[in-house]
């Protein structure tokens, strides 16, 4: 449940930079589609075991919790690094064509 509601908040973040950003400079859109994936691989997993278990499916332990937070850490943050790794391979090709 708590990576789902991270990654919906991170998706409606990336949406909300993806409308402002209307020069395409800052490359939104592929942080959206990351967020995005990622919270509907988690949902549909959320939907298929409340499926499978019922309302248990919601009751989480300490250990759930840190897991959670922890793996919603880590997609955030191979996220960022995907998208920070493609604007800068996009600023050093821009900068390249332009020395030349």
């Not at 278990?53 to 989480?60: P, S």
Request: glycine letters at 6%; aromatic letters at 12%; proline letters at 0%.
């Amino acid at each position: 449940m708590i990576l789902v509601v991270f990654m919906l908040i991170a998706a409606l973040i990336a949406t909300l930079g993806y409308v402002k950003d209307s020069s395409g400079k800052f490359r939104f859109n592929t942080l959206c589609y990351l967020f995005y994936g990622s919270f509907l691989m988690w949902s549909v997993d959320l939907f298929v075991e409340l499926r499978e278990e019922g309302i248990n499916a919601l009751e989480m332990s300490a250990a759930d919790v840190s897991d959670d937070l922890l793996l919603t850490a880590s997609v955030t943050a191979l996220a960022l690094a995907v998208w920070g790794l493609q604007h800068l391979a996009a600023a050093i090709g821009s900068r390249r064509c332009e020395a030349a």
